[in-house]
């Protein structure tokens, strides 16, 4: 008997648990992010500057920013149309602090720069070139 309400009482913790631990999909005030594209065709890397797009979302239990893969193709459409760049792998690295989204810059920069020793062709996008537009992810 003893086991069979510690079965019932197990179960009703295994339905009950998720409900409540499920993360929130929060507005962030403000959210830093810069983008990296690359191509297996040419060496050219192009960089951004680290921006910060006001409104972004975010789930707050394992703080990845929702809608990356629409930053992504922000950046991708226009290296495709300003650029003349097709067919690129575009990636975004976000922080919630300009710190810490400066140092993951700076490693990824190094990278491309220092420790690749010219083998890449990096090309910077400056904020009044390129600038993410934030993405609603209320729904």
Request: proline share 3%; glycine share 2%; with cysteine.
């Amino acid at each position: 008997m003893k086991i069979l309400k510690y079965i019932l009482f197990s179960l009703l913790l295994a339905v009950a648990m998720p409900s409540e631990m499920q993360a929130k999909r929060m507005k962030a005030p403000k959210m830093f992010m810069f983008g990296f594209s690359a191509s297996f065709q040419d060496s050219i890397i192009y960089m951004t500057d680290v921006q910060e797009v006001v409104g972004a979302w975010y789930d707050t239990k394992t703080k990845f920013l929702l809608g990356r893969q629409h930053y992504s193709y922000q950046l991708k459409d226009f290296l495709a149309t300003n650029k003349q760049q097709p067919n690129r792998v575009c990636v975004v690295m976000y922080a919630l602090s300009r710190k810490e989204a400066e140092k993951k810059f700076i490693k990824l920069r190094k990278e491309y720069t220092v420790k690749a020793k010219g083998k890449y062709d990096v090309r910077y996008l400056t904020l009044s070139e390129f600038k993410f537009e934030p993405v609603d992810m209320s729904e």
